[in-house]
């Protein structure tokens, strides 16, 4: 089975930093995908980062381009989220996912528990 645990969420102003960690459970991220998204009350879930080592690619929605970076430590099986110059509509619940693929496109079959981040303006 697959655990994702993340953390480092948590209240902050406007343009100050955050970084979320995502930890996995033994080998869980291997060689698939891992993405980020965050649900704000009332709103869908949004795709926000994703990384795919495999084919040593990164991805960013456009309103985070520019601000976060996605990256890995295989070492730690662990996956972070690097957010800068947040703003208030930064403000959410981010969960991390994993793929059962390689590619940052398709289903997200895992999950974690979400942490919140919320931005005061």
């Known amino acids: 089975q697959v655990h994702l645990v993340e953390s480092g969420g948590g209240l902050v102003q406007a343009g100050d930093s955050l970084r979320l960690s995502c930890a996995g459970s033994?080998?869980?991220?291997?060689?698939?995908?891992i993405g980020w998204f965050r649900q704000a009350p009332g709103k869908g879930r949004e795709g926000v980062s994703c990384?795919?080592?495999?084919?040593?690619?990164?991805y960013y929605a456009d309103s985070v381009k520019g601000r976060f970076t996605i990256s890995m430590d295989n070492g730690k099986n662990t996956v972070y989220l690097q957010m800068n110059s947040l703003k208030p509509e930064d403000t959410a619940v981010y969960y991390c996912?994993?793929?059962?693929?390689?590619?940052?496109?398709?289903?997200?079959?895992?999950w974690g528990q979400g942490t919140q981040v919320t931005v005061s303006s």
């Open positions: 990384i795919s080592r495999s084919i040593g690619s990164t």
């Open positions: 033994g080998r869980a991220f291997r060689s698939y995908a």
């Open positions: 996912a994993r793929r059962s693929g390689t590619t940052c496109v398709g289903e997200y079959d895992y």
